[in-house]
C-alpha cells in the first residue's frame, strides 16, 4: 500500500503562485522609469520570442521541481503486509549446571548411555525453539556462575552456546546461590516483564559467595519465578570388586533446597530422572507459563522520500547549467 505521511505538505503546493501575484516584482518596481521601444525590428522579435519560450521552457521545470520537493516533504512511503507479533513474551533465563558431578553417564538417549549434560542438550534442542517470542538468556554454573548469553530473541546463539559448553569449564563444585542471584541481577537491568528462571542442577550448593538463601531473598525482590529441576537417575547398576552393585547416583542432590525456593517463589520443582521427564517438564512449563495471546500489528514500512528529492536535486543541476538558462540569466540581467 501507497501513501503519503505527511499528506497536509501538498496545501504549500499555490504558494509560489501566491507570492507571484501577491509580492511586488523588480520589473513593476522599475516600470515608472523603463522606456519601451515603439517599433522592434525582426531580429529583435525573434530574441524576444526566444527568450519567452526559454521562460517558458523554465518556469515549467521549476514547476516541476518544486512539486517534487513538495512530495518529498509529504514523505511517501510503502507499507507492507501486516505482520503479528507477540505483544509481551517472557524473559527466561536458564542455569545449567556444568559442575563434574554432570559427568555421570546415568542418562539414555536414543538407547545410547551419555552423561547428565549431554541429555540435558538434547532435549534443549528442541525445547529453546519452541520459545519464539520470548527472550532467552544462558547462565552457566560452578565453582561461580558466569552470563553466558543475555537475554536475547536470537534464538540461535544461546542454542550454540548451550552446545559448547563443557563439564568443568567454570570449575568442579556447584554455586546455586550465585547462580540465581545473577539471574536476579540481569532481570533487574531489563523492563517489567515475566521473569522466569529455569535452574537445572544435579546436586547441592557447595561453592560460591551467597548461599541459596540469600539469593532466594533476591530472587523474590525482583519478582523471578523459579523452575527447579534435579537432574539425575535414582539408581544404576555399577561394576565393584564384587561384582554389580545397585547405587542411587542421585544422592547428593539437594531436593529440599530446590523444592523450597521454586515454590517461595510462585515456581514448581520437578525430577528429571530421564531425558522423556525433562522433555515433560518443559511441556508443562509452557502450560504454566503461557505466551499471550494478545498480538500487536507490524507493517514493514519502506520510506520513498529520497526519489522525488534525488530527481528534484537532478533537474536543479540541469536548470543550473542548461544554455537556455545562462542565456536566459545573460538576457534578463540586460
Known sequence: MFEFASAWVFLLLP????SYFLLPTRQEKH??????APFLSSEQLMEEQQVGQASIAKLSLLTLIWLLLIS?????????????LPAKGRDIMLAIDLSR????????VADQSVDRLQMVKYVMQDF????DGDRLGLILFADTAYLQTPLTRDLNTVSQMLNESLIGLVGDKTAIGDAIALAAKRFANKESSN???????????TSGNLTPEQALKLAKESNIKIYSIGVGADEMMRRGFFGMSRINPSADLDEKMLTKIAEETGGRYFRARDA????????????????????????PLNALFYWPLSIALLLSFVLIGSPVAASLSTRLKS
Open 195 to 205: 521473569r522466569i528462571l529455569i535452574l537445572l542442577t544435579d546436586g547441592q550448593n
Open 128 to 131: 529453546i525453539p519452541r520459545r
Open 101 to 108: 558431578s554432570m559427568e555421570m553417564q546415568d542418562m539414555q
Open 276 to 299: 522423556a521427564e525433562l522433555e515433560q517438564i518443559y511441556l508443562t512449563l509452557d502450560q504454566l507459563e503461557p505466551i499471550s495471546e494478545e498480538s500487536l500489528k507490524m507493517r
Open 72 to 84: 518529498a516533504a509529504a514523505r511517501p512511503q510503502w507499507l507492507g503486509e501486516p505482520l503479528d
Open 15 to 18: 504558494l509560489p503562485l501566491l
Open 31 to 36: 516600470s515608472a522609469g523603463a522606456l519601451r
